[in-house]
């Protein structure tokens, strides 16, 4: 699965980086703080895209007789750890791209749901394919972060 967010970050990012010869830095931290929320979406309500709707009674029983941890999309703890910057592309000045990653083949459809799961998106982009304001904070600061370590 593959999900592709343009966004108003995507505006000011270019502004940013506008002057900056070597742009993989910056979308390297861009991609790392996606990372991060992702993660942090499994402990923190407040950093979901949307809720996530509660477990069934009958998942919650099998949980707890498999012997596994009853939170949700906490198993085993695989898919929470496992997000990651995968790919950084620099094309021309406007053909820049991070890919953030995860090597759980299910991530995507917690991410989106299913016909018979709903969805849990821990990404943090809405179901509109916008990232959640948090999101355009958080991967602003840390470009601004690598800027200004290289201008140091």
Do not use: C
């Not at 906490?74 to 620099?90: D, E, I, M, P």
């Not at 406007?94 to 849990?120: E, I």
Request: net charge positive.
């Amino acid at each position: 699965m593959i999900l592709i967010v343009q966004d108003t970050a995507s505006a000011a990012l270019a502004k940013l980086a506008a002057n900056v010869a070597d742009k993989r830095p910056i979308l390297k931290a861009v991609g790392s703080a996606i990372a991060e929320l992702a993660g942090r979406a499994f402990n923190d309500e407040s950093v979901r895209a949307a809720p996530w709707a509660p477990l069934a009674p009958a998942t919650v029983a099998q949980k707890l007789k498999a012997g596994t941890m009853t939170a949700i999309l906490k198993r085993h703890g695989l898919l929470w750890h496992s997000f990651r910057v995968g790919a950084v592309t620099v094309g021309s000045e406007t053909d820049a791209s991070v890919t953030v990653v995860s090597d759980r083949p299910y991530a995507g459809y917690h991410q989106t749901g299913t016909a018979r799961m709903p969805a849990r998106p821990m990404l943090p982009i809405t179901t509109g394919g916008q990232l959640t304001l948090l999101a355009r904070r958080n991967l602003l600061d840390a470009a601004k972060a690598v800027l200004i370590a290289g201008s140091q």
